[in-house]
């Protein structure tokens, strides 16, 4: 029986094995830390329990696909919910948006409540559903990397769509241009972080992801995010895969002198055998700690990073029947908030502030009385930056301005409180800077310059995750995974 590698157990790493399993592969996976998930992480503190990283759940026909291709039934492992809501909106001027998921009600509200047109929403979305319509199967499901992916008619038909996928403007000048309203563009304009990028500068090719969302749906794990991770590595152990927890890879071995073959990976000087390797790491670090004398892609590694999250986790006294699941509170100048982000390199004093409660739909989320609160801003990657002090400052600006849009002061109601910040970021799941999704997208060829998922000069040797092609998040770090099946040796 042949034998695999996979370094990393993040959600691709797990993808990976589950799919060279059911290729026949002997599977183990090595995994620094002590539990699998990588940036999908959960804390229990205090009677709470909290999902650490990703809250906004789509595409689960991707992680259904990998029950399916072993046989099994999806719905015998994990369950999810469709939600009705979106998400909550709130501005600083008093306006109040819910984006329900039916776009019917979510235009007409935003007709009824705002300066722009129920058509305009329409025209957006249909716009967001073209972008879709030609990059899906060309620049997502597929390598860019072989002459094969380049031979498919719907390949040569999207090369000749490419200027309706909207890449010589910024996402924000397309969408002033959609939206009458600024307030409605800017809601728009958020879909860019869902990358880590900057609306400001990416390209409105962007803004294809509200197309997830609003056409496809936004989703629930019935056990929280978490949950995904629990099912699927139940799956994986069922097909063999064995997992080695606190086993941080130190190398990747070759057979030969030339560096041209796989032979496999060394930890605490202990060798692994295996014909096919693959690394789950932030591309970054595979290059810097794993392959020693490779030449690095140092154009592809210099690139500038997605931005990265300063989160605290609330315990909260009380209950908040003006929050929902998703919540945005948005910078009164959002402007200004990203110009501190990606050229100050900083955090600004009115930040737009997501706040995240798994209690209002999961049971058992929270003692009773009271709700685990996820709020997030976005942050710069780390440069050295005097983070301490930026939290400091953060928290406190955070606290005035949901006391100030809900009305009610809510530090007295923080019964406990956990931080993740860029640096720890970095240091619990190895993503470079803390950046949450690789490389950003605010340069109009990122899709193109993501690294490849296997290499071309060394046979066996593959890569998957969210700092690889085709991107992060978890719908595309899954696809990784299944690029890399795509181009298995038969
Ligand atoms: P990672 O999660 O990066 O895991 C890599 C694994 O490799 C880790 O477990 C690490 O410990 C391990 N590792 C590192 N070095 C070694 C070594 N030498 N040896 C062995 N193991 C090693 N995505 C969404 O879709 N929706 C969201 O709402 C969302 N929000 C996010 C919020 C936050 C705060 C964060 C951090 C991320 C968010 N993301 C979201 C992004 C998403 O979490 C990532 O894109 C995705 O989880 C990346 O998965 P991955 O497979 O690349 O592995």
């Known amino acids: 029986?042949?034998?695999?590698?996979?370094?990393?157990?993040?959600?691709?790493?797990?993808?990976?094995?589950i799919r060279l399993a059911v290729k026949g592969y002997q599977v183990d996976v090595f995994e620094a830390n002590s539990k699998p998930g990588g940036k999908l992480g959960e804390i229990k503190m205090n009677g709470?329990?909290?999902?650490?990283?990703?809250?906004?759940?789509?595409?689960?026909?991707?992680?259904?696909?990998?029950?399916?291709?072993?046989?099994?039934?999806?719905?015998?492992y994990f369950d999810y919910i469709k939600l009705k809501e979106v998400c909550r909106y709130f501005y600083e001027d008093g306006l109040r948006l819910t984006a329900k998921s039916n776009i019917e009600l979510f235009a007409q509200e935003i007709e009824e409540k705002t300066n722009s047109k129920a058509k305009e929403v329409h025209r957006f979305l249909e716009k967001s559903a073209t972008i879709y319509e030609i990059t899906h199967q060309v620049f997502l499901e597929r390598t860019l990397h072989k002459l094969k992916s380049y031979l498919h008619w719907d390949t040569l038909k999207s090369i000749f769509r490419f200027l309706q996928i909207d890449p010589f403007r910024s996402q924000s000048k397309a969408n002033e241009q959609f939206f009458k309203d600024e307030r409605i563009a800017q809601l728009f304009n958020r879909y860019a972080t869902y990358n880590g990028s900057d609306p400001y500068q990416a390209p409105a090719t962007l803004n294809v992801i509200p197309h997830f969302e609003y056409h496809f749906g936004a989703f629930l794990p019935k056990n929280g995010i978490y949950g995904i991770v629990t099912a699927l590595v139940k799956l994986a152990e069922e097909l063999g895969v064995k997992f080695h927890y606190n086993q941080k890879a130190e190398e990747i071995l070759f057979i030969d002198s030339s560096k041209t073959k796989i032979q496999g990976i060394k930890i605490y000087d202990k060798i692994y055998k295996a014909e096919v390797v693959v690394?789950?790491?932030?591309?970054w670090f595979t290059y810097k700690n794993l392959l020693k004398g490779i030449d690095a892609p140092k154009k592809l590694l210099s690139q500038e990073r997605s931005s990265s999250a300063l989160i605290f986790y609330w315990g909260m006294d009380g209950n908040y029947s003006d929050l929902g699941l998703h919540n945005i509170l948005f910078a009164k100048d959002y402007k200004s908030e990203f110009n501190a982000i990606w050229k100050e390199k900083t955090i600004c004093n009115d930040p737009t502030v997501y706040i995240n409660i798994t209690a209002k739909h999961i049971r058992g989320e929270s003692?009773?009385?009271s709700e685990n609160w996820f709020v997030m801003i976005n942050v710069p990657a780390?440069?050295?930056?005097?983070?301490?002090?930026?939290?400091?400052e953060a928290r406190a600006n955070i606290i005035k301005k949901i006391s100030r849009i809900l009305n009610r002061n809510i530090e007295k109601e923080i019964i406990c409180e956990q931080i993740l910040d860029p640096r720890s970021i970095e240091?619990?799941?190895?993503?470079?800077?803390?950046?949450?999704?690789?490389?950003?997208?605010?340069?109009?060829f990122a899709a193109?310059?993501?690294?490849?998922?296997?290499?071309?000069?060394?046979?066996?040797?593959y890569f998957c995750g969210g700092s690889v092609h085709p991107g992060g998040g978890i719908p595309l770090a899954l696809l990784s995974a299944k690029i890399i099946d795509d181009n298995l040796p038969s």
């Open 279 to 283: 690394s789950n790491l932030d591309i």
């Open 382 to 392: 780390n440069n050295g930056q005097n983070w301490d002090l930026l939290i400091k």
């Open 448 to 461: 193109f310059l993501r690294h490849p998922n296997f290499s071309k000069k060394i046979d066996g040797l």
């Open 367 to 369: 003692p009773n009385d």
């Open 1 to 17: 029986m042949a034998k695999a590698i996979v370094i990393g157990a993040g959600i691709a790493g797990i993808a990976s094995a």
């Open 48 to 76: 709470f329990r909290f999902d650490t990283g990703p809250s906004l759940f789509t595409m689960p026909q991707y992680i259904d696909e990998l029950f399916i291709l072993a046989g099994k039934n999806p719905k015998d």
């Open 427 to 444: 240091s619990k799941t190895g993503s470079y800077q803390g950046s949450l999704y690789g490389n950003s997208s605010n340069n109009r």
